[in-house]
């Protein structure tokens, strides 16, 4: 089967439903990619879920790119997305261009995304103009988390719901070939989900939309700290690690590893 490319994201739409998550590293990317994941976002979450931040503001291009071109040798199928990081794009087009540019040809990106709605509508044409897809990104924007008062689910009232309204519809002209939606309520995301031409991917928006994304870690219960009530966790593997990091300390303290099964002759 061909490869999961933009294009074929984009047209998708009615189709089936988009299944996507995230990743930081080789080894994860490959078993994602295996599984038949349509597309794998190397997210800014990067910042909080493998750097230890309390937010995706602290990191860095450089480190965008090292870990999204770790998960692009890991992909034969999925469509990889590079995620532009905070203050990479939002000083100038020319800015914007170099960075994406950067995702693209030194990582091996095959999107990149950008968060905010209708006045990124510049941004999001000049890199499409320049050979680069775009993944869109509207509701709540980690990036703004500082002007938005914290992590608060958006569009709960008329005008803020109209506003996210216009804004799918603006990156949809754009050009964006898909919309993540985060925290917003679920009919609004079913109503943005069937206005707009492009699928919207959802993390907190409610079964209406045309596909799911979640950060893989909490998917897999690793995270320490409690995690958002739009998280189903299908493991628990904070528990399984510690359990077996328990048991390999026990064995080394007691001398029982390695074992003749485990040692050279």
């Not at 994406?100 to 995304?113: I, M, Q, T, Y």
């Not at 941004?123 to 897809?133: D, H, R, Y």
């Amino acid at each position: 089967m061909a490869a999961w490319t933009a294009t074929r994201i984009r047209e998708a739409k009615g189709a089936h439903k988009l299944v996507c998550l995230t990743a930081y590293d080789y080894a994860t990317a490959r078993l994602l990619d295996e599984t038949g994941v349509n597309l794998i976002l190397v997210g800014d979450s990067l910042a909080s879920a493998m750097l230890g931040h309390d937010s995706t503001l602290p990191v860095t291009m450089d480190q965008m790119l090292y870990h999204t071109a770790a998960v692009s040798r890991a992909v034969k199928n999925a469509l990889v997305v590079g995620d532009m990081p905070f203050l990479s794009y939002q000083v100038s087009i020319e800015q914007a261009i170099d960075n994406a540019g950067r995702l693209v040809k030194e990582s091996g990106a095959g999107a990149v995304k950008i968060e905010g709605g209708a006045f990124r509508a510049p941004v999001v044409k000049a890199l499409i103009e320049n050979g680069m897809p775009v993944l869109g990104h509207i509701g709540l924007t980690p990036q703004s988390v500082r002007s938005l008062g914290g992590y608060k689910v958006q569009g709960r009232n008329a005008e803020s719901a109209q506003q996210l309204l216009a804004d799918a519809h603006a990156l949809d002209e754009a050009g964006v070939f898909a919309l993540v939606l985060e925290c917003i309520p679920a009919e609004l995301g079913a109503r943005i989900t069937q206005e707009i031409g492009i699928p919207t991917i959802g993390i907190g928006a409610g079964n209406g939309c045309d596909g799911q994304i979640l950060v893989t870690h909490d998917l897999l219960g690793l995270p320490e700290a409690r995690t958002p009530r739009f998280v189903k966790p299908y493991a628990d593997l904070a528990t399984t690690m510690r359990q077996a990091i328990a048991a390999y300390k026990k064995d080394v303290a007691d001398g029982t590893f390695p074992d003749a099964d485990h040692s050279y002759e």
